[in-house]
């Protein structure tokens, strides 16, 4: 399977516990995104890395989250003190960037549903 | 008010049925427009883009942009029961980041 693949799929944990989630993106995709998705909801930006560069962050990624994408490739999303208010799909997208592109065309994975106790 | 406003239905039609979507949206810099399927329990699938004002058609799928309105729809020939699903429009201002509307919960009836 060469889409993008997340890891864990699902993660139950107590409230003030840390958490990290892992995300796989299309093997030449440059960019790579994380978005919230609560229930009803649509998907809500985050935060966005080309190769390793975080290049933006919503003022929805509070202090306690924080996003790394070491090498270019994979990345993970942590948060540290886990509030119920948390608990959400994190979903992972990735896409092709390269100069002149228009279309921002973003392929997600199938997502990590944390629920927080 | 939500950048991009989407009735969540749930919109329920019987199987054949031509279904129209619908979003509006308040700025005026997005330039693309996008259209999502996201199955229960799934990541969002792109279904089609377009950019700037006019209709794109892929298949059993029209996806229409007006500009001038900020006002975009999908519509759905001969709906099947497959396509039971939340379809979910995004906007770009060529931003990077996706702003997406809330999703209408689909149902085709057999």
């Known amino acids: 399977d060469t889409g993008v693949s997340q890891d864990p799929r699902h993660k139950i944990t107590k409230r003030g516990q840390n958490v990290t989630f892992r995300c796989d993106p299309i093997s030449e995709h440059n960019r790579l995104y994380w978005y919230r998705q609560t229930l009803g909801q649509g998907p809500e930006f985050l935060t966005y890395f080309q190769n390793e560069a975080q290049l933006e962050k919503s003022r929805l990624l509070s202090d306690r989250f924080s996003a790394e994408r070491p090498k270019g490739s994979f990345s993970t999303l942590e948060i540290q003190r886990t509030e119920q208010g948390d608990s959400a799909m994190y979903l992972c997208a990735s896409s092709l960037g390269f100069g002149g592109q228009k279309v921002n065309e973003q392929f997600f994975g199938p997502g990590t549903r944390l629920t927080v106790l | 008010q939500k950048e991009v406003e989407q009735d969540p239905g749930p919109l329920s039609v019987p199987e054949g049925a031509i279904v129209s979507l619908n979003c509006t949206y308040s700025n005026s810099a997005f330039q693309y427009f996008m259209w999502y399927r996201q199955y229960s329990r799934k990541g969002p699938e792109l279904l089609m883009y377009?950019?700037?004002?006019g209709n794109k058609e892929d298949g059993r799928f029209t996806a229409q942009v007006d500009k001038s309105s900020k006002y975009i729809s999908l519509f759905i020939r001969d709906s099947q029961p497959s396509d039971s699903a939340t379809y979910l429009c995004?906007?770009?201002?060529?931003?990077?980041?996706?702003?997406f509307g809330q999703g209408t919960r689909l149902t085709i009836n057999p």
């Open positions: 995004a906007m770009d201002q060529g931003a990077q980041k996706l702003v």
């Open positions: 377009t950019y700037s004002s």
